[in-house]
C-alpha cells in the first residue's frame, strides 16, 4: 500500500526541508520512495542536492508533463555505490510561477491525483511553511503527519500547535457542515447552527467565551445531555494523533522545556487535552548537517565511515523496546463500545498526552539513542515512523492518498445522498 507522509512545520527554518530529505533517503532503503518539494518558491530540496534536474514542477503545470516524468534520481557521484537507487525527488520549478506559488484549488487537485498515482511504497512532501490550503490540504484528515519543530524557534512550535487545531476543525466543521446526516433527514437548522456557533467561539482565541474543545463538550452537555454530536466530537479527539520531530536536539532538559512543553501546554488550553502525542524522535544540533547541506551532499549521502553504520542495531532494539516505551500503546483504534458514561469520557484524559509523560517518553528515549551519531538519529526516526505503520491503521499515520474535499465530505458521510459541489462548506 502507497503511503504519503507529509512533513509540515508552523514556521520555516526548523529544518524541514533536511528532515524531509534524510527522511526520504532513509525510507528507500526499506522500499522505493519519493519525495516532493512542495516548499512553493523556495526550491530548496534541489538546492541541497547536487544532481542535475530536467524536469520539474514547472514541466507538470505549464509543459503538460506527467508526475512521473518530472523525477530526479540521484547523480552516481553523490550515490557511487548505488545505496538510494530506490530514491527520487521531484523538484520545485528554478523560479515563481504562478500555478504553485498562488496554487489555485484546480491546480492543487490536479496536482493531487498525480501524487496519488505515482508508483511508490513511500511518498513524502516537504511542504511549505505556514498554515493556507497549499498546507492543510496535503495534510491527512485523521493526524498531523510529521510536525518538525526545534528548540530554536519558539514561535514555530506554537504555530505547529496551530496545524493540529486547524485539522481538528476541519474534520469537525465537515462532520456538522448543513446537510450532514447528524441534524437528521429534516435538518435540524437550530442545532447545527448552535454547535458551529460554539465551534466559532472554541476556533477564535480572542473569543474567551470557550477556550478549547474540551470546555467546549461539557457546555454541549449541559444543554442537551448526551448527544450524538458529544460522541461524534469526543471520537475525533480520542482518533487523532499527534507526531512530531524536534530537530536540532540539545539534550533533554533543553529540548523539553523550550519545546515540548509548551507544544503540549498550547494543545491543552487551546485545542484538547485528549489528543494522542508520539515523539517519533530527534535529530540532533550538528554543523556535519549543516555542511553537508551547503555542500548540497546531504548527510546520509556523505561518504559512510565503517564504526558509523550501526542501523541494524537500531532495528534490533526498536523491536526489542517495549511500545509503551515508545509511547505506542494508547495509540488504538478507537473502541468500539461506547464508554461507561459519557460524563467519564469527556472528562478522561489519556495519560500518553500528559507534560509528565512525554518528559518520561524523552528520558526513555534519551537512555537508548542519547548516544547515537547523526546520521544515526533518522535511521532511528524512519523505523520508528515504520513501526507506527506496521502497527497502526492506515488512517492513523502515513494516509494513503489525498483526498479533495468533496471526497472528504463523502468519505465523511457514506450515507447521505451526492451533494451538489456548490453546498460544501
Ligand atoms: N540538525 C541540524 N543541525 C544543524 N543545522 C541544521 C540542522 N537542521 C537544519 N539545519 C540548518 O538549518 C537551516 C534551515 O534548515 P532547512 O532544512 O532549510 O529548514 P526549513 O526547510 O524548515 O526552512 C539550514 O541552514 C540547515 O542547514
Ligand atoms: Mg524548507
Given at each position: ?12 527554518g ?8 534524510n ?9 522505493p ?29 505549464r ?35 504562478d ?31 505556514g ?6 490540504d ?14 530554536h524557534?519558539?514561535?514555530?512550535t ?16 465537515f ?9 437528521g ?6 442545532h447545527?447552527?448552535?454547535i458551529?456557533g ?12 470557550l477556550?478549547?474543545?474540551d ?22 479527539l ?28 498550547y ?17 540532533v544540533?550538528?554543523?556535519r ?5 551547503c ?7 556523505q ?17 526489542s ?12 483504534v478507537p ?28 528520558q526513555h ?18 523505523h520508528?515512523?515504520?513501526?507506527v ?6 488512517d ?16 465523511l ?13
Amino acid at each position: 500500500m502507497r503511503r504519503i507522509i507529509s512533513i509540515s512545520s508552523g514556521k520555516g527554518g526548523v529544518g524541514k526541508t533536511t528532515f524531509a530529505i534524510n527522511f526520504a533517503l532513509s525510507l528507500s532503503q526499506v522500499a522505493p520512495t519519493i519525495l516532493l518539494d512542495l516548499d512553493t518558491g523556495t526550491s530548496s530540496v534541489r538546492n541541497t542536492i547536487d544532481t542535475p534536474v530536467t524536469q520539474d514542477l514547472y514541466h507538470f503545470f505549464r509543459r503538460g508533463a506527467r508526475l512521473d516524468e518530472c523525477l530526479t534520481t540521484l547523480d552516481a557521484r553523490l550515490d557511487p555505490a548505488g545505496n538510494f537507487k530506490n530514491f527520487a525527488f521531484v523538484a520545485g520549478p528554478r523560479h515563481v510561477i504562478d500555478e504553485i506559488t498562488n496554487m489555485r484549488e484546480e491546480s492543487r487537485w490536479r496536482l493531487m491525483q498525480a501524487i496519488n498515482g505515482l508508483d511508490a511504497r513511500y511518498i513524502v512532501l516537504d511542504l511549505k511553511a505556514g498554515l493556507d490550503a497549499n498546507v492543510i490540504d496535503y495534510l491527512p484528515l485523521s493526524n498531523s503527519s510529521i510536525l518538525v519543530f526545534t528548540p530554536h524557534h519558539p514561535a514555530a512550535t506554537l504555530a505547529a500547535g496551530d496545524i493540529v487545531k486547524s485539522l481538528l476543525f476541519r474534520k469537525l466543521r465537515f462532520i456538522f457542515a448543513e446537510g450532514s446526516p447528524f441534524f437528521g433527514s429534516e435538518g435540524n437548522e437550530q442545532h447545527q447552527a448552535m454547535i458551529n456557533g460554539l465551534l466559532n467561539q472554541v476556533e477564535d482565541v480572542y473569543d474567551e467565551r470557550l477556550k478549547n474543545l474540551d470546555d467546549f463538550m461539557i457546555d454541549l452537555y449541559e444543554a442537551l445531555g448526551d448527544n450524538p454530536y458529544l460522541r461524534a466530537i469526543s471520537e475525533v479527539l480520542n482518533s487523532f494523533g499527534v507526531y512530531f520531530v524536534l530537530n536540532m536536539f540539545d539534550g533533554i532538559e533543553e529540548s523539553y522545556q523550550t519545546t515540548i512543553r509548551p507544544f503540549v501546554e498550547y494543545l491543552r488550553t487551546y485545542v484538547s487535552a485528549k489528543l494522542h502525542l508520539t515523539n517519533l524522535g530527534w535529530v540532533v544540533n550538528d554543523a556535519r548537517i549543516h555542511e553537508a547541506n551547503c555542500q548540497r551532499r546531504p548527510i546520509l549521502l556523505q561518504t559512510l565511515n565503517r564504526q558509523e553504520s550501526s542501523v541494524d542495531a537500531i532495528r534490533r532494539e526498536i523491536a526489542s523496546l517495549e511500545s509503551s516505551i515508545l509511547g505506542l500503546e494508547n495509540m488504538r483504534v478507537p473502541e468500539s463500545a461506547a464508554p461507561a458514561s459519557i460524563l467519564d469520557e469527556l472528562t478522561r484524559i489519556d495519560p500518553t498526552c500528559t507534560v509528565e509523560r512525554q518528559l518520561e517518553i524523552l528520558q526513555h528515549m534519551y537512555h537508548s539513542q542519547g548516544q547515537q551519531r547523526v546520521r544515526e538519529n533518522f535511521a532511528y526516526i524512519t523505523h520508528r515512523a515504520l513501526h507506527v505503520m506496521q502497527h497502526l491503521p492506515p488512517d492513523s499515520f502515513g494516509h494513503p492518498r489525498l483526498f479533495s474535499p468533496l471526497e472528504i465530505f463523502d468519505q465523511l458521510m457514506p450515507k447521505r445522498a451526492p451533494i451538489e459541489e456548490a453546498s460544501l462548506p
